[in-house]
């Protein structure tokens, strides 16, 4: 087991390597570079650019450039934000939480609906239900983010008035109340595609497990249908899952990113196009690096969790 | 042809694809391909049928509510026609959408057959590549590339590209590597074929139908992606419309023309949802043909 779990965390560090080399390659390639700020501001001379360039190591190759780069971003100094000067790290730290709390609650919502639909399609294959929510499913992951947020924000915000439109709290209002309020609306809009995943991938897994053997050795040995369910079916259904919801990472964080900007919610997506508004370098790549990193490190929590739960993965 | 009248009379179908009758069955796909036809029929065949060009201003007539005045969908903060500005913003919205599917199922392809065929340390290092590539939040890279570059509809469709061919490349990859050893490919190596031969002419085309389906869903993926962009306003950019940057405004006017926001949302929805639709039929078209033989 350790053995395994040891090989993974060494396939997500190549594989983080990789993902830095191709981050640092793309955002330094591209026309204009970092330093195309610069360069349109008036009065602003080739010279000096070059200078400028010089002074921050930027007139380097490219590739003696990322070894220095990979070996500040070890150590912790993710460079300095060109808008206020604050560490990358901490400017990305701050805004942490608002994410997780928003992509936490959207998961949980849609593994909770997700897996409930999944089970009962399973379980009354080829009913109006079954079909009803393959299409449902189907319309839900062809309906762009944003463009859900807004229809919600008009129904709920502004022609019911139920719920606030954006921000995270009230100012002046910091009870729990207040913030659940202003949760329940982004999360829900983030949760939707995510259901649909998931109740697709929840029905497939308990197809599978229902005609397993031992399914129907704990019918015959007379267990009620309720007890086989939630014993035996439910549980060795949700395994393959875990895998599901690492994967399914990038595209919840592509999610919150646009589900941000459209409630005004303080997280990392907003952070990232207002970065990009300031053309603020260092931040950008800052931000495209933890998101990546945040992937990686879900992908192999998942994979450890299905290890412990599952051993015989690790042996394989 | 005498041997062919010598044969018994077998009846003949009217098409003789089993995957191509199979798809047309197919009530979903069915649905899809209608949706899609009318919408391109709209977009292409619209904007002669309509009393207004997309690009007339005209300010008495601003947010007009749709159905008033001529205007069908109702008029933008300009007083331009919403009907002639989804209609034209469609026919680049679609035209991203299919150059995106032809370079990233190109690229994809190109990728999965040379991985899977040589395999070995080749392959480990372009699935890597790969590997990486889906470990990017695709929006966060799709921006943070939109941000740097010219974004013309022929630089946002290669920008796509590059954050979408990576499952095109792992469906044919997989492909590929169950075939690899068969016997038609062993057949191939003893004539002497070159590995270019064998790998375009013999396993690729065997790996066509996973490889229609993975188009069929790019498409609708770069249909969403476009627009998700453009609605950050880092897409296409205005005049030129599209459906994502048409959408790029209408937050504001929200409360008092909601049509704005609802009308170009629905457009990409029913885009969306027919490609996604024609892509399970094409599953299933092909699934079922390999079941049967």
């Known amino acids: 087991m350790l053995r395994y779990i040891l090989s993974r965390f060494g396939q997500s560090l190549l594989l983080l390597l990789i993902v830095s080399f191709i981050g640092f390659a793309v955002l330094n390639l591209a026309p204009g570079g970092p330093l195309s700020q610069f360069a349109l501001s008036p009065g602003m001379t080739q010279e000096q650019i070059d200078k400028i360039a010089a002074q921050m190591g930027l007139d380097r190759p490219l590739i003696v450039q990322y070894f220095d780069w990979l070996r500040h971003m070890l150590v912790g100094d993710w460079g300095t934000s060109y808008r206020d000067g604050q560490p990358v790290l901490h400017v990305i730290g701050s805004h942490l939480f608002a994410t997780l709390l928003l992509m936490g609650t959207a998961t949980s919502i849609s593994i909770t609906l997700g897996s409930t639909i999944g089970i009962f399609s399973a379980l009354r294959r080829r009913s109006v239900f079954d079909y009803a929510m393959t299409v449902a499913s189907m319309v839900a992951l062809s309906i762009p983010t944003f463009w859900f947020g807004l229809i919600a924000i008009y129904i709920f915000a502004l022609n019911l008035g139920w719920l606030p439109a954006g921000n995270m709290y009230t100012v002046g209002d910091g009870s729990v109340l207040n913030y659940l309020k202003h949760l329940i609306m982004p999360a829900c809009v983030l949760a939707l595609v995510d259901v649909a995943v998931w109740s697709r991938y929840m029905r497939t897994s308990t197809l599978n497990v229902i005609n397993q053997d031992f399914v129907r050795t704990a019918r015959a040995k007379g267990l009620t249908r309720r007890r086989v369910l939630f014993k035996h079916i439910v549980g060795n259904s949700l395994v393959p899952m875990i895998t599901l919801a690492g994967l399914q990472l990038p595209m919840v964080l592509g999610g919150a990113l646009v589900t941000e900007t459209v409630f005004t919610w303080p997280g990392m997506g907003r952070l990232f196009l207002d970065s990009l508004g300031y053309s603020d370098y260092p931040v950008v790549m800052g931000l495209l690096m933890a998101s990546a990193m945040l992937v990686l490190i879900g992908n192999l929590a998942a994979d450890i969790a299905v290890a412990l739960i599952d051993p015989r993965i690790a042996l394989e | ?293």
């Open chain 2, 1 to 293: 042809m005498t041997a062919a009248t010598t044969t018994p009379p077998v009846r003949q179908p009217l098409i003789k694809s089993r995957a191509l009758r199979r798809f047309l069955s197919h009530k979903l796909a069915m649905i899809g391909l209608f949706m899609v036809l009318g919408l391109t029929f709209a977009c292409f065949v619209g904007p002669y049928l309509l009393p207004y060009d997309e690009l007339y201003i005209d300010l008495r007539a601003r947010f007009a509510p749709p159905g008033t005045g001529g205007h069908i969908f109702g008029t933008d903060p300009l007083g331009r026609d919403l009907a002639a500005r989804l209609f034209h913003a469609g026919q680049i919205s679609m035209a991203v959408g299919f150059a995106v599917m032809v370079i990233a199922t190109t690229v994809g392809s190109v990728v999965g057959v040379v991985s899977g065929y040589y395999g070995g340390k080749i392959s480990a290092v372009l699935m890597r590549v790969v590997d990486a590539f889906l470990s990017f939040p695709s929006v966060f890279l799709l921006l943070a590339l939109a941000a740097f570059i010219q974004p013309g509809p022929v630089m946002i469709a290669v920008i796509i590209s590059a954050t979408s061919w990576m499952e095109v490349a792992r469906i044919v990859e997989a492909e590929v590597k169950s075939l690899r050893n068969q016997d038609f490919v062993q057949a191939a190596h003893m004539l002497g074929l070159s590995g270019r031969w064998i790998m375009f002419r013999e396993l690729l085309p065997n790996a066509i139908g996973p490889i229609i389906v993975a188009a069929s869903l790019t498409v609708a993926r770069a249909i969403l992606l476009e627009a998700y962009i453009s609605f950050l306003g880092y897409g296409i950019q205005p005049p030129l419309p599209s459906w994502g940057n048409l959408l790029n405004g209408a937050q504001q006017y929200l409360g008092s023309a909601p049509w704005l926001a609802i009308v170009p949302g629905l457009a990409i929805t029913i885009a969306v949802t027919g490609f996604n639709f024609i892509g399970d039929g094409l599953r299933d078209a092909f699934d079922s043909r390999a079941q049967g033989q």
